[in-house]
């Protein structure tokens, strides 16, 4: 099982709850803005603590309040792409990239492919020496997610990451985090609004809409 997830929080009085088990690679989190997608991700990231629940994936139990598992952030090796890449203003592209860079691994690299391949991939290879405030705002994401990747997460969680992209860059993206998977098998837990996203990505689509307010799990759409 990649995802073995049930989690649910209360943030003021709205409760935030998600539930699903999924043997795909990649997971999408589809609903309208506002219901929780977000909040779901930050507590699969650890950035904030469920009121009960679990977390594992691929095998991992990063959170279970039944046995008091919490694992901090930075021990659940997690890749986190926002909806706003958030590059380092002071650093060039290439600092940025090796900003989180695991220690004593000078090349980086994830999931079998090196940092100069990674580069390739993403076709960053020109922008290095730049300054993140010269980037598009496509060139600007790829960036992000390179240099979320290249600290070898166990597992990547992407925020909306085209949602203020053009329909050309937009696409470019999607190409881009599809090739990624195909190469690197990393699982993915990805979320949008969009539901052409989705299908172009594949994988199970989890609905949040908020009406059932934790009582139930989300449907999830093979």
Known sequence: ????????VQRGERAIACAFRSDSGIVALFGPSGVGKTSVLDMLAGLLRPNAGHVAIAGRRLFDSATAIDLPTARRRCGYVFQQPRLFPHMRVR??????????????????LSQQALIDLLGIGDLLDRWPSSLSGGEAQRVAIGRALLSDPHYLLLDEPISSLDDARRQEILDMIARLHGLTAIPIVYVSHDRRELDYLGGDIIVLDGSHAGDAPDRVIT
């Open 1 to 8: 099982m990649v995802f073995d997830i049930d989690l649910c």
């Open 95 to 112: 600092a940025n990239l090796r900003y989180g860079r695991p220690r004593g691994d000078p090349d980086g690299g994830t999931h079998g």
